[in-house]
């Protein structure tokens, strides 16, 4: 028996069995449809494949996970608010108070000067000089010669050309001023005093009526030329001029002490025709503007030059060079200070009106000779 090997196919009408590539029934007389061949499914192209390792993906995800924690960590510190520190309660111990006693200031002494011994001088004994008159042009004594040079008591026996050494004399300093306060001083060291700070409210006739000081003592203290004040300026209120009055009386300023004379020193000789006489005297206080010295210079060998004044607010004065002789002998010259105060000026001359303001200096004395371009005797 042979199995048939060539593929069929049946009539959905009759039944009948047919070849697969019938297209009619041959009983029923049916016609088939056209089988229908199957497209083949077209695959799409494949992406590339990328295989990794278990141990890369697992650190991979491990800094991953690293990366987002530190990016929530920065976003919640940087938005929380900052933590308040906490405060440890600490126990203070409570000082006791120790008043300490305010040290005295102890006043510094005054040095006194020192001088130094001045060599001696040669001089040639011209025709007619005496013991006496070389005594008297180097303001030195009689004897001092005498004992420098061994000679005679009676000092006789000197001979024209003869060399003397004559001794200068040893200046002798005049007492240094002192720190005593003058009466005016003592009076403003002994004002109490008062620091105020100008508020924007304040005005200075408020201030002084607060404190009972008159306008103008406030305005004295301070410098102030007007009654305008501003915000932050700082006043002096001198409790001391406490009063009634808005205007007390001026208190009379008290005479000054005579000035102490420093130098040249009491008997100075100046002979050389480049000599510049500088006169120094001690500060008497602290001079208000119309107030001054009055340096007074009488040449006492010849009367007729008069008496030379110049009023100065310095402790010095330059000598002029108008008042050296021109004879070309010695004259003694007298200087005195006293402090003097402007009462107002004359009006025929226009020139300033003076008053004695204290005590005049004690006199002193020095010696003067030669013309410019002639020596000394």
Not at 6 to 27: D, H, M, W
Not at 341 to 360: C, I, M
């Amino acid at each position: 028996m042979s199995t048939e090997s060539n593929p069929t196919k049946i009539c959905p009408t009759c039944g009948t069995r047919l070849n697969a590539s019938a297209t009619r029934c041959t009983v029923c007389g049916s016609t088939f449809s056209t089988p229908t061949v199957a497209a083949k499914a077209v695959q799409p192209s494949r992406l590339p494949e990328v295989t990794l390792s278990l141990p890369l993906v697992l650190g991979l995800m491990i800094l991953l996970m690293a990366i987002g924690a530190g990016a929530v960590y920065f976003v919640y510190n940087a938005n929380r608010p900052e933590q308040q520190a906490s405060v440890v309660p600490t126990f203070t111990p409570t000082l006791t108070l120790t008043i300490t006693p305010t040290p005295t200031d102890t006043p510094t002494p005054t040095l006194e000067p020192t001088w130094t011994p001045l060599p001696t001088l040669e001089y040639k004994v011209a025709p007619n000089d005496t013991c006496i008159s070389i005594a008297y042009a180097f303001n030195v004594s009689v004897q001092s010669i005498v004992l420098m040079n061994k000679l005679p008591a009676a000092c006789d026996t000197l001979v024209v050309g003869q060399t003397l050494y004559i001794p200068q004399p040893t200046p002798t300093p005049s007492p240094q001023p002192t720190n005593t306060l003058n009466p005016t001083e003592q009076a403003e060291a002994s004002c109490e005093k008062l620091d105020v700070i100008v508020k924007d409210t304040d005005s200075l006739s408020g201030i002084a009526l607060n404190y009972g000081v008159s306008v103008q003592s406030i305005k004295n203290y301070n410098g102030l030329t007007s009654d305008v004040i501003f915000a932050g300026q700082k006043l002096i209120i001198p409790l001391c001029e406490r009063g009634p009055k808005d205007t007390p009386t001026p208190t009379p300023i008290p005479p000054y002490t005579a000035p102490n004379l420093l130098l040249p020193a009491d008997g100075a000789y100046f002979g050389s025709a480049n000599d510049v006489i500088t006169l120094q005297w001690a500060s008497v206080g602290e001079l208000r503007q119309n107030e001054a010295y009055a340096v007074t210079i009488i040449d006492a060998t010849d009367s007729n030059r008069g008496k030379f004044v110049e009023y100065v607010t310095d402790t010095k004065f330059i000598v002029p060079v108008s008042l050296r002789p021109t004879d070309g002998t010695l004259h003694i010259f007298r200087w005195s200070v006293l402090p003097v105060r402007q009462t107002g000026t004359d009006q025929s001359t226009g020139k300033a009106v003076w008053e004695p303001a204290g005590a005049v200096s004690a006199e002193r004395v020095f010696g003067w000779s030669g013309a410019p371009g002639q020596p000394a005797p």
